[in-house]
Structure formats: structure tokens, C-alpha cells
């Protein structure tokens, strides 16, 4: 014990007795000092493709030079650690839990990666996953991100309301399958974005076309996406479709997801975010300069 250790405690060099000596430089909570960029893909129905929008939309990102994250926010049905082939357990250390990390260097959060088997459930009361939701913000070693992509679980319960509250997200990305009640069901997520103060930058009409691999031929089985006149409905700035491709579920299966090439289709949603991002960090900027 060095002559300086002499009150009674210290958190520093563990040696009891020592209260003196000076402690470490308190490492900010990594999530808040290190991620710039937060955005959530929510839709008020499950099974529409939120987690495929939310890997197409990171794996978008990282290929435009972004470092890129995603948490995993479907607690009891996870689904990004398969999509990206990811296995094995996460680390810690003194800072906190190290995300995994995909093939092409997309970091992950999910607890799929804590579990110890993969199938394993989770059966666990609201308030546990609350907390473990904010633990994943607050105690992840996400380091430097620029865009963190949050894969909602579907709805609008307990989740997507600590998500809302506790999560900086600077916008949201609507996920919707083209059926009849499509307006109702986006209008429920939009509404409450609204009354949380969260803007909602796009909606994705997953599913809404098949192309035909004989003729090359859009063919709209649902009858024409009607997610436009929606998107204009709630004033959301941008709407991109995506067709049905077997070849998603075929990648997801693989644990390939960052394979496919979803060439411009996204494009409209990611200007959005760029945008969104753009203005969060001049109103930062502003607000520092007033001190
Ligand atoms: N456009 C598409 N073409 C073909 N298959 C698709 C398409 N979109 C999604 N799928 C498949 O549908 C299934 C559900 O998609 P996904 O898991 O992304 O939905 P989700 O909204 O996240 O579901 P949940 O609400 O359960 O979280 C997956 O197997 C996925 O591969
Ligand atoms: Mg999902």
C-alpha cells in the first residue's frame, strides 16, 4: 500500500484502507458520450420485417463508411444475432459489456448473445427487461458509433416506451406490410412518436410488390402499396417499398443478411436519416454555442 492509502476506503486500487490515493478518471457511460446518431425501426405489427429493415439499414450504413451499431431491443424473440450468422457469448470488462460483432464490423447488442444456447427462452417480467434494455444502452462498450440502430420489438408496449423515454433516438423508421389496415396500424406508432416528441423520418412497405424472375414484371399481389398516400397522411418525409424476395429469408437463414444487395431501394430513408442527423448535430452545435 503506497504511504498515501490511509482513510478508510478506496474504489480505485481495491486495497481497503486506501481513500487517498487519486482515483481514475471516471470513463463517461459509454452509450451517451460515444454514440452520435440514434434511430429506431418500430411498426405497430410483428412479423412486417423491422428486423430486416433495421439489418438493411446498418448494413447500408457501414457500406457508406459509417461505423454502425445495432440494439437488439426484441428481447424475448431476438432475431439480428442470426441474421448476421453471430454465435458465442459476449464479453465484459471494467467498462462494461463488449457488443459482438458482425462479419463486416457492425456491432451487435442482443441478449441472443448472453444466452447459452440459442433457443433458450426468455421468460422474463417487464420490469427485467426494462432494466436490461437500459443496461444495454448504458453499459455497452459501443465506443465510437455514428448510427445506432434500434430493432423494436412489435407494438407499442413496455419496450418501445422505455425505448422512447430512455433511448436519445433522434427519429424513427416505420415498418408496414401492404394490408388494409396499414393506415390504422402506422398512425398508432406515429401518433405516439408524436406525443413523445420523437420524429418519424420514413416508412418502409415491406413486401408490397413481387418481381417475376421469368417476365422481370413488378406484379403487386396486395394491390397497389398504399404506404405513399399513408406516408403523406402522418407526414413522413420519406417512404421506400421492398419487395417480397425469397432470397431475404434464404440469407437470413444463412446468416448472411449483409449479402444482399438492396442496391438504391432504401435510399429515400437513408437521405432521411442523413438529414435528421444533419439538423440534430446543427441544433447540438447551437445549443453549445449558447453555453
Ligand atoms: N420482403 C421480404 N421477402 C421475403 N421474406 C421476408 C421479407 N421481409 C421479411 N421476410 C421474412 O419474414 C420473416 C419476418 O421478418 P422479420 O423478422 O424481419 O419481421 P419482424 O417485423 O422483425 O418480426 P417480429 O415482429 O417478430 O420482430 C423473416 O423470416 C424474414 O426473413
Ligand atoms: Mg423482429
Avoid at 229 to 246: E, M, N
Avoid at 260 to 282: C, F, G, H, N, T
Wanted: charged share 25%; net charge negative; proline share 6%.
Amino acid at each position: 500500500m503506497s504511504e498515501e492509502c490511509s482513510a478508510s476506503s478506496c474504489s480505485s486500487c481495491g486495497v481497503s484502507g486506501c481513500g487517498s490515493r487519486k482515483a481514475p478518471e471516471e470513463k463517461p457511460k459509454t452509450a451517451r458520450a460515444n454514440v452520435k446518431h440514434v434511430i429506431g425501426v418500430v411498426s405497430g405489427k410483428g412479423g412486417v420485417g423491422k428486423s430486416l429493415v433495421t439489418s438493411l439499414l446498418a448494413s447500408q450504413m457501414h457500406k457508406r463508411g459509417f461505423k454502425v451499431g445495432i440494439l437488439d431491443a426484441d428481447i424475448t424473440g431476438p432475431s439480428i444475432p442470426k441474421a448476421f450468422g453471430m454465435s458465442g457469448r459476449l464479453t465484459a470488462d471494467n467498462d462494461g459489456i463488449n457488443p459482438g460483432m458482425t462479419e463486416s464490423g457492425i456491432k451487435v447488442m442482443s441478449v441472443n448473445l448472453m444466452l447459452p444456447q440459442e433457443d433458450m427462452a426468455v421468460a422474463w417480467r417487464g420490469p427485467v427487461i426494462t432494466g436490461l434494455l437500459k443496461q444495454f444502452w448504458e453499459e455497452t462498450n459501443w465506443e465510437d458509433v455514428d448510427y445506432l440502430f434500434v430493432d423494436m420489438p412489435p407494438g407499442t408496449s413496455d419496450i418501445f416506451l422505455t425505448v422512447m423515454q430512455s433511448f436519445p433516438l433522434e427519429g424513427i423508421v416505420t415498418v408496414s406490410a401492404p394490408q388494409e389496415l396499414v393506415a390504422m396500424i402506422v398512425g398508432k406508432a406515429v401518433n405516439l412518436a408524436h406525443d413523445m416528441n420523437v420524429p418519424v423520418i420514413g416508412l418502409v412497405e415491406n413486401m408490397a410488390y413481387f418481381k417475376c424472375d421469368e417476365c422481370d414484371k413488378e406484379h403487386f399481389i396486395f394491390g397497389e402499396p398504399q404506404g405513399r398516400f399513408v406516408a403523406k397522411r402522418y407526414q413522413i418525409p420519406a417512404y421506400s417499398t421492398l419487395p417480397i424476395d425469397p432470397e431475404f429469408a434464404r440469407l437470413c437463414d444463412m446468416g448472411k443478411v449483409e449479402d444482399y444487395d438492396v442496391a438504391d431501394k432504401l435510399d429515400p430513408i437513408i437521405e432521411q436519416i442523413e438529414i435528421a442527423s444533419r439538423l440534430a448535430d446543427a441544433k447540438k452545435e447551437g445549443e453549445q454555442a449558447q453555453g
